[in-house]
């Protein structure tokens, strides 16, 4: 389906704010689909052979049930806004994603316009979206009896505009240093409280898949420049797009909003 065709369709059914079209998801979505049409080598979003990709998978926490005591450190599934890669969704729960028993690519993204990451869990504020994704992604290995070194391709990104990835945080909280700290830390608070099993877990599958995975934050406008390098006119539609994400983003934030309407 063409990027004007949705723009039709979403605009054709309703009254609604513009950031309801003009956001992350659908912009993460369009740039997905184009990479999943055409061939690009050795870049973030390069799609492996017989990869697929996914929008809003949840992803498997290795904190899902409480430790012996302490029954409020335990946390939910983890929400991705799109991965790419060699997986299953739905096969042990709603939109679980799991990979196959061949997978050798699991890449999961995270797409921003001005919005901080995601804080932490509710007993556990410090372990916020970096570290928890990061964790997820360990335990979806774990679980999926994947070991890191059998795949080839490992990798955590963030997406999001130039200026805010200039700001700085995002790229602090993607630092492996940081990360690490704040598992340990709540690797240590489940080990306390009866459960030396999210030990192993750390150390068998946490410090291989860290080892493994490549980390990084990526502008929205670098991305669509490396589009324009293979399909200046598809990706021309996209980067109209993505400043209308912008515009009406701003335009939110600064709370003077105006619908759709049709």
């Not at 912009?27 to 184009?34: A, E, F, G, N, V």
């Not at 049409?37 to 049930?65: G, I, M, Q, T």
């Not at 830390?185 to 409280?193: G, S, T």
């Not at 898949?209 to 991305?223: N, S």
Request: glycine letters at 6%; aromatic letters at 10%; one cysteine or more.
């Amino acid at each position: 389906m063409s990027l004007e065709r949705i723009q039709a369709m979403l605009q054709s059914c309703t009254a609604f704010p513009p950031t309801d079209l003009y956001n992350e998801t659908w912009l993460l979505r369009l740039i997905l689909d184009w990479f999943s049409r055409n061939k690009v080598d050795a870049y973030p979003l390069s799609f492996a052979a017989d990869a697929r990709w996914f929008a809003e998978a949840e992803l498997r926490s290795a904190f899902l049930h409480p430790p012996t005591s302490g029954a409020g450190l335990a946390e939910g599934w983890s929400h991705s806004d799109g991965a790419i890669g060699h997986f299953e969704i739905g096969k042990f729960h709603k939109f679980d994603l799991s990979l196959r028993e061949d997978a050798v690519q699991l890449v999961v993204l995270e797409g921003k316009m001005f919005a901080p990451l995601t804080r932490g869990v509710r007993h556990a504020p410090y372990f916020d979206q970096a570290a928890r994704t990061v964790g997820c992604i360990a335990e979806t290995l774990a679980h999926s009896k994947r070991q890191p070194a059998q795949m080839s391709h490992l990798g955590f990104y963030i997406l999001a505009p130039r200026k805010r990835v200039e700001e700085g945080d995002l790229t602090g909280h993607m630092k492996p240093s940081s990360i690490r700290d704040k598992v340990q830390r709540r690797v240590k608070e489940y080990v306390e409280a009866g459960d030396p099993s999210k030990q192993i877990w750390y150390v068998d599958w946490f410090e291989p898949t860290l080892d493994r995975l490549k980390l990084g934050v990526l502008t929205w406008e670098e991305v669509i420049g490396k589009m324009e390098q293979l399909d200046a006119l598809g990706a021309g539609s996209i980067r109209d797009f993505y400043k209308k994400c912008l515009f009406h983003n701003r335009q939110a934030i600064r709370g003077d909003e105006t619908p759709v309407t049709h």
